[in-house]
């Protein structure tokens, strides 16, 4: 498999969670705990927001979190605010030398 | 200010050549992995090439291996991607990336477009 599996859309309204589900394989999101997740507005660079499954970089907010079950990762935004709204992908390595890793085709997310 | 910011994207005809390059600022290059991912009009993002910390390990993705070849000079702290026999297909935004772990790109740049038309 080349690509990871993202819903196109989802949306919520001020204050309620989502979460955007990603999907891959037993060769690549269920192999290894090294599935990152981005957040990128119109015209800006991805920001990073979770890596190795569940981590946060310094000045994430908690609001953002991560899991993992076997071949799926997700991302669950919690208390949605207008500034979510975005785009957001995920990414999974795969240990194989001629694709080093594999990108979702992103999510809209659409704050109501 | 971790800073990553890329240059030489342009168009350029089916067969020619770009050599994109990538300043970086603000944290010890020679320190990371450093990628190229791309990104096609309407398409989804797309790991392109990585460089070890030293520059002597490189991988590929298979579409562009014998084409492009990705060099560092951490004592310019600059990252290249020289594509050479480019194809209708190549064309994207190119942008570096900075690894965190495996997998993992904690910093990006704003893309250069690299445009491959007739």
Sequence with gaps: QSALTQPASVSGSPGQSITISCTGTSSDVGAYNFVSWYQQHPGKAPKLIIYDVSNRPSGVPDRFSGSKSGNTASLTVSGLQAEDEADYFCVSYTGRTNLDVIFGGGTKLTVL | ?118
């Design chain 2, 1 to 118: 200010e971790v800073q990553l910011v890329e240059s030489g994207g342009g168009l350029v005809q089916p067969g020619g050549s770009l050599r994109l390059s990538c300043a970086a600022s603000g944290f010890t290059f020679s320190d990371y992995w450093m990628n190229w991912v791309r990104q096609a009009p309407g398409k989804r993002l797309e790991w392109v090439a990585n460089v070890n910390e030293d520059g002597s390990v490189k991988k590929y993705v298979d579409s562009v291996r014998g084409r492009f070849t990705i060099s560092r000079d951490n004592a310019e702290n600059s990252l290249y991607l020289e594509m050479n026999s480019l194809r209708v297909e190549d064309t994207a935004v190119y942008y570096c990336a900075k690894a965190k772990t495996a997998g993992t790109f904690d910093y990006w740049g704003q893309g250069t477009l690299a445009t491959v038309s007739s």
